[in-house]
């Protein structure tokens, strides 16, 4: 009843009120997917199998880490970034072959190469974390994943690895590091 009189049918908000919901809800569903990017199966923001097809250097490098083949894929990204200097996704797999083959210390100026090109590259923002963890480096690490932490909209599984290579080195006392030498 309003003003004495009786409202037939349904109460509707007004519309004011419908178009700002709708317009949150269409803003909230385009930042999540245009931060969601794509993912490569690394976890990385790795370009896609279309991006890698066009450089069959880089591809053969991908080939190379996904076998274990670390020298033979630091040799390939050696050459893919030299021919590109400006690819982070490159430098990327440069770090993570490095560290992989056991030398995490000089991995660090190869991710941070990647992470100058793309200061967003969450899976090189996770693995020099976990290179920092190898070097016994915990604040370094923890560093990073605060960056992961405000890079991922909602939980992202780069985040959710370094978190756990984090906790698992502070509770052994540092005893418990990200494996440098295997996937």
Not at 15 to 30: D, E, N, Q
Not at 77 to 90: L, P, S, W
Not at 133 to 160: F, M, R, T
Not at 164 to 171: C, F, I, N, W
Request: net charge positive; glycine share 8%; hydrophobic share 40%.
């Amino acid at each position: 009843m309003t003003n004495g009189t009786f409202r037939l049918g349904p109460q509707f908000p007004p519309l004011g009120v419908v178009s700002m919901r709708l317009l949150s809800a269409f803003l909230l569903i385009a930042v999540v997917l245009g931060t969601a990017g794509p993912v490569g199966a690394d976890g990385s923001s790795e370009p896609s199998k279309s991006a890698a097809q066009g450089d069959p250097t880089y591809a053969a490098g991908v080939s190379a880490v996904k076998r274990g083949d670390y020298p033979a894929a630091i040799r390939l990204f050696q050459e893919v970034v030299a021919k590109d200097d400006r690819n982070a996704d490159a430098y990327n797999w440069l770090a993570y072959s490095t560290r992989k083959s056991g030398d995490a210390a000089k991995a660090i100026p190869i991710y941070e190469k990647a992470l100058a090109i793309n200061p967003k590259h969450r899976g090189a923002h996770e693995y020099i974390g976990e290179a920092f963890l190898v070097l016994g480096d915990l604040p370094k690490a923890k560093e990073h994943l605060a960056v992961l932490d405000k890079l991922c909209l909602l939980p992202c599984e780069e985040y959710s690895d370094l978190k756990k290579a984090v906790r698992d080195y502070e509770s052994s006392g540092g005893r418990v590091k990200p494996a440098s030498t295997s996937n």
